[in-house]
């Protein structure tokens, strides 16, 4: 496999060795893992099918288009696809929501790097559209999200806990006593174990996970096999077999990985001490 520090670099290579001799002359979609959207694709599952295009692209309106794949759209025809313009020509972000036919292999297998020195999935697209190949999109009117950014995955959180609220009731499978309140709509899977603390939906708290004398605020989702004890959390994300213990001060708008510990030290003299990976951020 080819590498460089394109990801789309990777995702040619993926296209040359594995998918192309899979999918043969079959349309498919490609659906990058970083994007977040409500109600499914069904629907642009089926605008492409009910279409003749070749390649059917998802928009969706931002405040910041020269982030993404923008494009140019005259008529109700896309003309042209910029990726990360520094002028771009719509208020239109081009989502990693993409359905092809075949002929996009021949789009991959024929562009060049771009004006970043990396190769670009809009080049792909433009490649279509320069070889009269049809282009067409289908628009998100409700709320989609790029998880690229810490911020935009603590965002993308919140908005799928808010569709908790839409629920009837709470769905509580695990162990709550009775020394616990749990307020609004939250989902405790089985085993876990809620003690004397407080829940403030909406709020997942993932099988096996321990919370004992803390409170948990709104937007938070704890993941498996945690433990938060005598700790505050809220809007935040805790993936699993992470540690928070006896923290004094609330944890919010943060994203804890894999295997995360967070403890008080009572050494002396007191000190704080971090193990951080690439693009850490701590506020103390």
């Known amino acids: 496999m080819d590498f460089c520090s394109s990801n789309f670099w ?18 498919f979609v490609f659906y990058l893992g970083d994007n977040v959207i409500v ?4 629907r642009f599952l089926e605008e492409f099918r009910n279409s003749n295009n070749n390649c059917q692209l998802v ?9 993404f794949g923008v494009p140019e759209i005259k008529k109700g025809k896309i003309i042209k696809v910029e990726e990360k313009p520094k002028a771009p020509k719509s208020n239109f972000a081009v989502t990693g929501i993409y359905f092809y036919d075949s002929h996009i ?11 970043r020195g990396e190769l670009e999935i809009s080049d792909a697209h433009q490649y279509l559209i320069d070889k009269e190949y049809r282009v067409g999109y289908s628009e998100i009117t409700g709320w989609w999200k790029d998880t690229g950014k810490p911020e935009d995955l603590i965002e993308a959180n919140r908005l799928v806990l808010e569709q908790i609220i839409n629920h009837k009731e709470s769905i509580i499978q695990g ?7 749990i307020i609004g709509k939250v989902i405790i899977e089985k085993e876990a174990k809620i003690l004397n603390s407080n829940i403030l939906g909406p709020v997942i708290i993932g099988k096996n996970t321990i919370v004992e004398n803390s409170y948990i605020g709104p937007f938070t989702a704890i993941y498996y096999d945690c433990q ?25 708008r943060s994203i804890l990985g894999k295997s995360i510990e967070i403890v008080k030290g009572n050494s002396r003299p007191k000190t704080q001490r971090f193990i951080l990976g690439d693009q850490s951020n701590i506020k103390l």
């Open 10 to 27: 990777i995702y040619i290579s993926i296209y040359q060795t594995l998918s192309e001799s899979f999918i043969k002359d079959d349309s």
């Open 39 to 42: 109600g499914g694709i069904k």
């Open 59 to 67: 928009l969706s309106k931002v405040k910041d288009p020269q982030r």
């Open 105 to 115: 292999f021949e789009a991959v297998n024929n562009i060049k790097p771009g004006w």
């Open 175 to 181: 162990k709550v006593d009775n020394h616990s309140e």
């Open 228 to 252: 938060i004890l005598n700790s505050e959390i809220e809007y935040s994300i805790i993936m699993e077999k992470s540690k928070i213990i006896d923290i004094e001060t609330r944890i919010e």
